[in-house]
């Protein structure tokens, strides 16, 4: 069985898709096919915070698959008290679970400080940002207390369905707004559309011996606006391109990568 922690968003009804019927979602949400949590709901800081029987549930022939976040980048650096908290759920989930259990950890690109290098997997970590630090440390526990793991550092995925929610609907609803959107012109990552996920992700699910720390980059790398002006050439006045700020220098300027993965 599949265990997806963290599966609301884009990423996770695609692996749902993926898996058909052989996994539970662990969420805060009483519906179809989950598992209730309250973990997400309390203070880990409580001397109440304790752990519920799902988890002991979960078997060596289980797998969890780990997405969870509680926000985008800039959440992270206006908010360390609840970038803490999180960890410790996450931690605490971790430590009370099989350690024989198989773990797929969808890390980021942002572990990595952003370099005129190209970074291959298992390159040295050296994050700019508290969200790139979390998921280090996610990593490096994963690492000292399971060996059946497989960490995968994910660029940016995005969707063409204006009805889901990703980085191409935002601009879009901006578009309509018809004012200039500011777009990093400076700033160089992957970007992967989630059909190529899709593939890719199956295949790395059928390889189900495969373990170690993987980079997952997507087929496209370019900045954010010129993947705006792509999309939506007939938008591309209201498109503004800008250097990244000094007040966001937290913000990796080059995240090149490659993988032996596929």
């Not at 060996?147 to 063409?160: D, G, H, P, Q, T």
Request: with cysteine; charged share 30%; glycine share 4%.
């Amino acid at each position: 069985m599949y265990y997806i922690l963290g599966g609301s968003g884009l990423l996770g009804q695609a692996i749902k898709n993926i898996l058909k019927k052989k996994y539970k979602f662990i969420s805060r949400f009483d519906k179809k096919n989950s598992i209730k949590t309250n973990i997400f709901n309390q203070d880990p800081n409580h001397k109440k915070f304790k752990k519920e029987n799902w988890l002991k549930k979960i078997n060596q022939n289980d797998c969890i698959i780990l997405l969870s976040n509680f926000g985008k980048i800039y959440d992270y650096e206006q908010n360390k008290k609840k970038t803490s908290d999180f960890e410790k759920k996450i931690f605490f989930i971790l430590k009370n679970i099989n350690k024989k259990v198989r773990i797929i950890f969808l890390s980021s690109d942002m572990v990595y400080e952003g370099k005129n290098i190209v970074y291959k997997d298992n390159y040295k970590t050296n994050p700019l940002n508290r969200y790139g630090l979390s998921k280090k440390k996610i990593e490096s526990f994963i690492l000292k207390n399971f060996n059946n793991y497989l960490i995968l550092r994910l660029c940016k995925v995005f969707s063409l369905n204006l009805k889901k929610e990703s980085l191409v609907s935002e601009l879009y609803s901006e578009v309509l707004k018809k004012k200039k959107i500011n777009l990093f012109k400076n700033q160089y990552v992957h970007y992967m559309e989630i059909k190529e996920f899709t593939i890719k992700f199956r295949k790395i699910i059928n390889l189900n011996k495969i373990t170690g720390v993987f980079n997952f980059p997507g087929s496209i790398f370019t900045s954010r606006y010129n993947l705006a002006i792509s999309i939506f050439p007939k938008y591309k006045k209201y498109f503004k391109p800008i250097n990244i700020p000094i007040k966001l220098n937290y913000l990796p300027k080059k995240l090149k990568m490659e993988t032996k993965l596929y």
